[in-house]
């Protein structure tokens, strides 16, 4: 057997990344006006969030935008309690939520209570745990101006 070699690299590259028509309207309506916008496909009605520029189900383009509520019901979540180089600060819970009105999942934070407590991320991370929007106090076009989603009491 071929001795299999390992060898430590390092890439840190500062370039710029242009977002698009779709998601530039998406990130700049979370900044302006926090309002999360989906896209609706007309051909078979499905609405995506984030928003896609063509269906992935049909095909079809979209340009039909949608104004989606700020809350939804989570599919599934996890917690991570280590950090990682470029990574948030642990610990922290990722999500795929379904937001209201939308036929797709929404991958974000779930926050608003003590992720290192288990009985409370049992209580809070629940499938079909109804959640809401916290928007960023300074919101900069990205998807972090929605600062993370927190369960919805009572
Ligand atoms: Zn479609």
């Not at 039909?64 to 990574?87: D, I, N, Q, R």
């Not at 991320?121 to 079909?128: F, I, P, S």
């Not at 990205?142 to 369960?151: G, K």
Request: proline share 5%.
């Amino acid at each position: 057997m071929a001795e299999a070699l390992v060898h430590d690299i390092s890439w840190n590259i500062d370039y710029k990344f242009h977002l698009g028509s779709t998601w530039s309207r998406f990130l700049v309506s979370l900044r302006d006006d926090k309002t999360i916008l989906g896209t609706t496909c007309k051909a078979c009605e499905r609405t995506y969030v984030p928003p896609q520029a063509y269906c992935e189900s049909c095909y079809e383009s979209i340009d039909t935008w949608t104004e989606v509520a700020p809350t939804g019901t989570l599919h599934t979540a996890t917690v991570t309690m280590k950090s990682f180089e470029g990574g948030p600060t642990a610990p922290y819970c990722v999500a795929a939520i379904r937001l209201d009105g939308t036929d797709t999942l929404f991958i974000h934070h779930v926050g608003g209570f003590d992720l290192t407590n288990p009985q409370e991320v049992d209580a809070n991370l629940r499938m079909g745990t109804r959640v809401e929007a916290v928007w960023a106090e300074n919101r900069r076009g990205t998807i972090l101006d929605i600062a993370y989603f927190r369960p919805i009491v009572g």
